[in-house]
């Protein structure tokens, strides 16, 4: 029998999890099979322990149950501590369920390694502070991050946000946090992430223009077949470049896979396979 891999969501019918693993286990030869699995809001602890009972080898979580994740495994790696959420579990050699964060780390190999930004002493702004925020600060601040501005419709949760990662700044490094208003009269990003989900229905969070010039690249964890609405003000404000989150989510599948088989696929393949599949829908 095949060795058994899913995703759990609710909804979870949209997701590119299968066709990416898919394309993983055929690249490295590994004997497996991967399903997206729609699970009952109040069902999730029940699935996982009936997943990984009969066999099942490995889960990746996405919304709404990352945080439910995170309280269920027993043993979380530091980076999924800190995120506060959980998108890949697994059972290590003591029966422990394990549980990881790949976002942030999917986030920036997609920036760094398939994109060329360089993260180290960039100026940062982040849109949005909700759980897919949290979980990349981590990533982007050991990347060398000089300086993150964290800004979302309520300011105090953004506040709370930079608070929690205090800790870990080096010397040369600041994070700070407020509301859009704040943005107002502000010097110009290297680097503005879309961490909100505005662009799933078209809108746009209420950001100035001044923060974005010909030198600064914007990114949106969001994806789709055609740009997304602040890929689209990216260009029309003549930003550098606007890219999408379409890297972000092959990357994050890619480490889960790294925990999972020891092996870590070439991701550069699948993106040019995903990007050629939305474009033919």
């Known amino acids: 029998m095949l060795d058994q891999y899913a995703v759990f969501g609710n909804p979870i019918s949209h997701s590119r999890s299968p066709f990416i693993h898919d394309c993983f286990a055929r690249q490295q030869d590994q004997q497996m099979q991967y399903r997206a699995i729609e699970v009952a809001l109040d069902g999730f602890n029940q699935a996982v322990e009936d997943f990984l009972q009969a066999e099942g080898k490995g889960l990746n979580v996405t919304v709404p149950f990352k945080e439910q994740a995170w309280s269920l495994a027993e043993h979380r790696t530091a980076r999924a501590e800190l995120a506060g959420a959980v998108n890949t579990l697994w059972r290590d050699q003591q029966g422990r369920i394990c549980g990881d964060n790949t976002d942030g780390v999917g986030l920036v190999n997609d920036l760094m390694h398939n994109n060329a930004v360089k993260l180290n002493g960039a100026r940062v702004l982040i849109l949005g502070a909700g759980g897919a925020v949290r979980g990349v600060l981590q990533p982007l601040l050991e990347a060398g991050c000089r300086e993150v501005m964290i800004v979302n419709r309520t300011a105090e949760k953004a506040k ?122």
Request: proline share 4%; with cysteine; glycine share 6%.
């Open 160 to 281: 709370v946000l930079a608070a929690h990662f205090q800790e870990m700044l080096s010397v040369d490094q600041q994070i700070n946090a407020g509301g859009y208003a704040d943005l107002e009269n502000s010097q110009a990003y290297d680097v503005i992430i879309n961490g909100t989900s505005a662009s799933l229905s078209g809108s746009l969070p209420p950001i100035n223009a001044s923060v974005v010039s010909t030198n600064t690249l914007c990114y949106d964890m969001m994806y789709g077949a055609k740009p997304t609405t602040f890929c689209q003000w990216a260009v029309d404000h003549s930003a550098a470049r606007a890219i999408d989150g379409l890297g972000m989510l092959v990357e994050q599948a890619a480490e889960a896979f790294l925990c999972w088989r020891g092996v870590r696929p070439e991701t550069a393949p699948v993106i040019a396979l995903l990007r050629q599949s939305l474009a033919h829908q």
